[in-house]
């Protein structure tokens, strides 16, 4: 994107995944693993799953889209979903889906539970599909208190929009004494810095779609996109940015006192805050603390990019405030599962296979 720097390696976030004879990551691969975590606020776990284990996640994101009466999700790009550019969906509480998301929780027991207690729940399981066209996200923090993995079920290139990450700016306690005093204004500054030119990217790009044969604008998109009353965090909505209705990124978010430091203090920022774009290999899953600055951006290619995701609960929610940020599928609401209940299922699966 123009005018930002963004680095495609993700080396030092790096863990080989290997597995004891329990079906879990050996001490040293999760102890690797957490300090990851700990210190960047994400791993990157490569080869987590086996091709067969990522074959069928793909095929379970597959079936979820081609099913007419699928359950979008109610959070970020629902224009996008709308439009087809995505296909943010709750994957439905099936056995098969259920034993993927507990052998996940297994093979990540020693990582997660550092975050959660057994009885924290299961927030959703979602596939997370773009297609050519889709809107680059604005940089932002999920709901906190969360624990999220995207899992690749196939190749993903950068061109397919592989999630960037703005590794250590995750809340927790030590921020102050890691970044400094002003550590927090300077997340918000870098943020604000980001989303400027991601609306611009956004806006270019839609203009360009007008008469694109690749990626042709529907009937009504570019209105709902740019200038449309309805609420939607990630759209490029000049209508909602002028008003201050967006709670992501706004006018109200570039007082001239944040302007003036964006001008004095930018390539410093960019400096102190890199932000890194991940293109994971197929089997690879990528673990992270919900607050940190993240983003989706637009899919570049032809070829769809795919990933099996789910969060769970760091600490107690209420039903208001997991809805609000997350979309578990009707079946997930009727027969909630904790962390707790994923290794009792992943534990059971793997004595089945034993016998």
């Known amino acids: 994107m123009d005018g930002l720097k963004v680095s495609g390696d993700t080396s030092a976030f790096e863990v080989a995944a290997v597995l004891d004879g329990a079906g879990r990551l050996t001490g040293a691969c999760a102890r690797a693993a957490l300090a990851s975590m700990e210190t960047h606020g994400l791993v990157i776990l490569t080869g987590l799953l086996s091709d067969a284990e990522a074959d069928l996640a793909a095929g379970l994101i597959r079936e979820t889209i081609d099913d007419s009466a699928r359950n979008r999700c109610a959070f970020a790009s629902q224009t996008d979903n709308r439009y087809r550019r995505r296909d943010f969906c709750s994957l439905p509480a099936t056995p098969a889906v259920m034993g993927l998301a507990a052998t996940l929780a297994r093979r990540l027991e020693e990582v997660i539970a550092h975050y959660c207690a057994p009885d924290h729940p299961l927030l959703e399981v979602t596939t997370l599909t773009s297609y050519a066209g889709s809107s680059h996200q604005y940089v ?19 061109a397919q929009g592989g999630t960037v990450f703005v590794p250590g700016t995750q809340v927790f306690p030590g921020a102050a004494k890691k970044h400094g005093a002003a550590a927090e204004a300077q997340m918000e500054l870098i943020r604000a810095r980001w989303n400027v030119r991601i609306l611009a990217h956004n806006l270019k790009k839609l203009w ?31 209508l909602r940015f002028l008003i201050g209705k967006n709670p992501v990124f706004s ?22 805050f ?53 979309s578990p599928h009707p079946g997930l609401i009727e027969r909630p599962m904790s962390f707790g209940d994923l290794l009792k299922l992943g534990q059971a699966a793997e004595g089945a296979m034993a016998d």
């Open 140 to 158: 932002h923090r999920d709901p906190s208190g969360v624990i999220s993995l995207f899992a690749a079920v196939e190749d993903v290139s950068a």
């Open 208 to 238: 360009a779609m007008r008469n694109s044969r690749e990626t042709p604008l529907a009937p009504g998109e570019f209105r709902d996109r740019v200038f449309s009353t309805h609420w939607d965090e990630h759209q490029p909505n000049l």
């Open 251 to 272: 006018v109200r978010t570039l007082t001239p006192g944040t302007v003036w430091r964006l001008i004095r203090e930018g390539r410093a920022l960019d400096a102190r």
């Open 274 to 326: 890199p932000v890194v774009s991940t293109a994971p290999r197929k089997g690879t899953v990528i673990l992270y603390q919900s607050d940190m600055l993240h983003a989706g951006p637009d899919n570049r290619s032809p070829v769809p990019r795919r990933l099996f995701s789910m969060s769970i609960a760091r600490e107690a929610m209420d039903e208001k405030r997991w809805h609000a940020g997350y």
